[in-house]
C-alpha cells in the first residue's frame, strides 16, 4: 500500500505560472484592495467590479500553465497516495496531472447562486450582472472570501490526520483556517517547508525541514529526500 503523502500548496506555487499574489503587493491584488474584491462587504457595494476583477482571473488561466512544481507533484502519484490540499483558485494542478485535489478557498473555473454557497457550477466564461442560476439567482465566483467560512477545512483535517509525509509549499503558513492544518498531523509525520522565505511555524515538536527555495526547486529537491526515507 502506497504511503499517503499530502501537499498544502499556497499562492508561491502557482507565482512561477505567471499569477499574481496579492501579499507580494502591500495587500493589492492586481492593483486592487482586497477588501474591495474578495469580500462580502466588497461584493455588496460593487458587483460589477467584483466580477470584473474575477473575470479577468479567469481569463488569465487560459495564458498560463503549469510549472515544474506542478508537474513533480503530479509525478509522486506514481509512488505515493497524494492529495493536495491547495488555497489557490486555479486549476493548475490538475491540468499537471494531479488527481485529489481539494481546493480550500474555492475554483475560479466555477460558480454558485447567491443564494445557496452549495449549489456549484462549471463556468469558464465571464459571469456578468444579470446571469442567474437555476434557482433565479445572480451568479457570483466560486470563490471563499475573506469573512467567509471555509466549507472545505472538515474534509482538509481529515486528510491531513491521515498523512504520513507532508509537504508544504508556497504558503506563508499566516492565514488561517489553512495555517492551522499542520496542527493536526500526527506528532513524527517528516514536514518538508518549501518556500523562499519560510514563516514560522508554531509546532516545535514536529519534524519540519525549511527547505528556502522556489516551488518548483523545493518540490524536484523533497522527492529525492522522500526516497531516503
Known amino acids: 500500500m502506497k504511503k499517503k503523502l499530502v501537499i498544502l500548496s499556497g499562492a508561491g506555487m502557482s507565482a512561477e505560472s505567471g499569477i499574481k499574489t496579492f501579499r507580494d503587493a502591500g495587500g493589492l491584488w492586481e492593483g486592487h484592495d482586497v477588501m474591495e474584491v474578495a469580500s462580502p462587504e466588497g461584493w455588496r457595494k460593487n458587483q460589477a467590479l467584483v466580477l470584473d476583477f474575477y473575470n479577468k482571473r479567469r481569463q488569465q488561466l487560459f495564458e498560463v500553465h503549469p510549472n515544474r512544481g506542478h508537474i513533480v507533484a503530479a509525478e509522486l502519484e506514481k509512488d505515493f497516495d497524494v492529495h493536495i490540499i491547495t488555497q489557490n483558485v486555479d486549476d493548475l494542478h490538475e491540468r499537471a496531472g494531479s488527481t485529489n485535489v481539494l481546493h480550500l478557498h474555492g475554483e475560479l473555473l466555477k460558480a454558485r447562486s447567491i443564494h445557496n ?96 527555495m522556489t516551488a518548483s526547486e523545493g518540490m524536484a529537491v523533497v522527492r529525492e529526500r522522500l526516497k531516503t526515507l
Do not use: C
Open 117 to 212: 454557497e452549495f449549489d456549484i457550477i462549471d463556468w469558464k466564461t465571464d459571469i456578468n450582472i444579470g446571469d442567474l442560476h437555476t434557482d433565479g439567482y445572480q451568479l457570483r465566483p466560486h470563490i471563499v472570501w475573506f469573512g467567509e467560512a471555509v466549507p472545505a477545512i472538515a474534509d482538509a483535517i481529515d486528510i491531513v490526520e491521515e498523512a504520513d509525509y507532508i509537504i508544504i509549499v508556497g504558503t506563508s503558513m499566516q492565514v488561517y483556517p489553512a495555517a492551522g492544518l499542520v496542527e493536526y498531523a500526527k506528532p513524527d509525520t517528516p514536514i518538508f517547508y518549501i518556500d523562499p522565505n519560510p514563516g514560522k511555524i508554531p509546532i516545535m515538536h514536529y519534524h519540519i525541514e525549511n527547505i528556502p
